[in-house]
């Protein structure tokens, strides 16, 4: 019983990475990239497991990318900063823990992502809409049907699994092959994959 559930489970995980859409993929990669040489600063954030999704690739990308290079990535978690957030939460309001700190960090061409597994957490999406009127660039990451967030953001990495853990799971699988890829191509435009060469 325990075995084939896992095999199921594990099934069905590799059917909703086989979903994503892997010309979003390589955008995302891209604004990454662009971010990194252009010095702009990312921004994730997340409620729940999503949350801690974020939590960890920012470990990732500040400490691990940039390991022995002279510029480093410029990364930050929303969602890291406990006292932050619950103050904000007791004396505005839950949905504007995201958006207020923001205000105080985003500049035009930064990247703000929001990860959310259904797409509709209010807090995701009130800095977003924050982040859009604001000229910063938007990701979303999602599962389900996308909810609002994916039609809301300008680059949409949507998970399409109607279950919030494998779409927790595709998302860090997600963010681990982007952090490997700038790793191993030591973030030089030229060495990331380019569109593929017609053939005769």
């Known amino acids: 019983m325990v075995r084939e559930y896992l095999a199921g489970y594990c099934a069905g995980l590799n059917r909703a990475?086989?979903?994503v859409q892997p010309e979003r993929f390589e955008e995302f990669v891209r604004l990454l990239e662009s971010a990194y040489h252009e010095e702009r600063q990312v921004f994730l954030f997340g409620n729940g497991g999503s949350g801690a999704t974020a939590s960890h690739i920012v470990v990732d990308f500040n400490k691990g990318v940039g390991m022995g290079l002279g510029k480093r990535f410029r990364v930050m978690c929303l969602n890291d900063s406990v006292p932050t957030l619950t103050a904000?939460?007791?004396d505005v309001s839950y949905q504007d823990v995201f958006v207020e700190p923001?205000?105080?960090?985003?500049?035009p061409g930064d990247l703000v992502i929001g990860i959310s597994g259904s797409g509709n957490s209010p807090n995701v999406l009130k800095a977003i809409e924050y982040a859009n009127n604001h000229g910063a660039h938007t990701i979303g990451?999602?599962?389900?049907?996308?909810?609002?967030?994916?039609?809301?953001?300008r680059t949409s990495v949507h998970v399409p699994v109607n279950d919030m853990q494998k779409a927790e799971d595709v998302h860090l699988i997600l963010l681990h092959a982007a952090f490997q890829l700038l790793c191993?191509?030591?973030?030089?435009?030229?060495?990331?994959?380019?569109?593929?060469?017609?053939?005769n």
């Open 17 to 19: 990475l086989e979903g």
């Open 88 to 90: 904000y939460a007791n």
């Open 102 to 107: 923001l205000k105080n960090f985003v500049r």
């Open 141 to 153: 990451l999602t599962g389900y049907n996308g909810g609002k967030l994916a039609a809301m953001v």
């Open 184 to 199: 191993k191509q030591a973030l030089t435009p030229e060495a990331l994959p380019k569109e593929p060469k017609a053939t």
